[in-house]
């Protein structure tokens, strides 16, 4: 089986994504999520002038050594451009193959460990009524764990929580990248984010008790010293995670974090390689890890850092965004339904408009994604619909304190 196609579509129901179409001489079709919110054009343009003709007639069957070829082979490794893009091949050619044998791709991964994987929802609110009615609507949706995020007094507005309570209490337009010519930029308080959210926290454990697992997200903006501080005050809650304290790039600013609290904790978004990973795991300061399949390099990849975790006790916390296309999403999945060490699966249900453009057939129900069984990752994309949906830029914000200095967001 030789590939003999390999087509970019980049579309924007709602919001934009790049997603990757490999055929095969025997007609087989698979697809790969390439997407990298804000930069997706760098990746489109990398997949279709130096990805795209190197695998035509390549054996489309010839997975690890399609990965090593283009991550080896380019000489320049790892960055979330590359990665995204070697990602959309490994996924495709996973699709194929699992087409080919007419499984769901769970089962060559080593069949189903578990019935569904567990989801988080990300509620939001700018203050506690708002935030509790967000909640209650993913309880009423069906979640069974929830990330809470939340307006801080003094700040006009925080990345991560919706800006509208718009739709009645309907919290799934926290839409982040916005088309304008511009980042849009917002303003950071960290004092007063860290005097304000332990007493949310309060709040949200008196009012839905203490079953509920409830998630955070720092977003990369504390120091270490910051970071232990707040983990030590969350204590008392009993977070699933808390999620990027501090900044990602630096492995090393987790052990001050850790010697101060046992707040569990998840780190890894903006990772793309195993290679991220390796103090964080050897040195077991992480609980969780959050890397999305899109930015490290596909299944193999990520399969590649899970494997790894698993030695240490570290379980999976896949990045499900909307940023993650549904075959993204569905490829997350199907490795949630077969590792050993799954964890749970961040869930954002994507808009009506990007789901007319990604058939997909994965099912939420009560709190638990199923990939499905049909054969392959399950999801195509009609391109039809996608050529209604021209691609618009937008970017994500930027974060300012309140003298002007940049900061991390
Ligand atoms: C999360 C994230 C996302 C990212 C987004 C950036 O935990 O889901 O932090 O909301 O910010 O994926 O593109
Ligand atoms: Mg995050």
Redesign the pocket.
């Known amino acids: 089986m030789r590939i003999e196609s390999v087509e970019v579509v980049v579309t924007c129901p709602g919001r934009n994504f790049v997603t990757l179409r490999v055929t095969t001489d025997d007609g087989l079709t698979g697809w790969g999520d390439a997407t990298l919110?804000g930069r997706e054009l760098a990746v489109e343009a990398y997949l279709r002038e130096h990805v795209a003709p190197l695998l035509l007639g390549r054996d489309a069957g010839a997975i690890e050594d399609t990965w090593q070829y283009l991550y080896r082979g380019a000489y320049w490794r790892r960055g979330p451009v590359t990665m995204a893009a070697i990602a959309a091949v490994d996924t495709a050619l996973w699709d194929i193959k699992a087409k080919a044998a007419g499984m769901p791709l769970y089962q060559l991964l080593g069949g189903a460990s578990r019935v569904g994987a567990l989801a988080y929802g990300h509620a939001s609110g700018r203050d506690l009524p708002e935030l509790f009615d967000s909640i209650r609507l993913h309880l009423e949706r069906g979640f069974r764990a929830i990330r809470v995020q939340t307006g801080i007094p003094g700040l006009a507005t925080v990345y991560?929580v919706a800006a509208s309570a718009a739709g009645g209490g309907e919290r799934y337009d926290y839409e982040?990248?916005r088309p304008t010519a511009l980042p849009v930029e917002e303003t950071w308080d960290t004092r007063a984010y860290l005097r304000h959210v332990p007493g949310v926290f309060e709040a949200v454990r008196h009012e839905f008790g203490p079953e509920l697992p409830l998630l955070h997200?720092g977003?990369h903006r504390m120091t270490p010293v910051e970071a232990a501080r707040l983990g030590r005050a969350l204590e008392p809650y009993d977070l699933f995670w808390l999620?990027?304290a501090t900044p990602g790039e630096d492995q090393a600013a987790l052990r001050l974090v850790r010697q101060h609290t046992t707040t569990p904790l998840a780190i890894g978004?903006v990772f793309n390689s195993v290679h991220d990973y390796t103090t964080l795991l050897s040195e077991r300061l992480i609980d969780y890890v959050r890397s999305a399949v899109t930015h490290t390099g596909g299944v193999t990849g990520l399969k590649k850092v899970l494997d790894l975790a698993s030695v240490y006790g570290v379980r999976s916390g896949i990045?499900g965004?909307t940023?993650i296309s549904p075959v993204g999403m569905a490829a997350a999945l199907h490795l949630d339904i077969a590792v050993h060490n799954f964890g749970i699966q961040?869930y954002m249900p994507h808009t009506a408009e990007t789901l007319e453009v990604f058939r997909t057939s994965f099912t939420f129900a009560d709190g638990l994604l199923h990939p499905s069984d049909a054969p392959g990752l399950g999801v195509e994309l009609d391109l039809g619909a996608a050529a209604r949906f021209p691609y618009r830029a937008a970017y994500?914000p930027v974060n300012r304190l309140a003298d002007g200095t940049l900061h991390d967001w």
């Open positions: 919110n991560g982040p990248a997200d977003h999620e990027d978004e990045h965004p940023d961040e994500l």
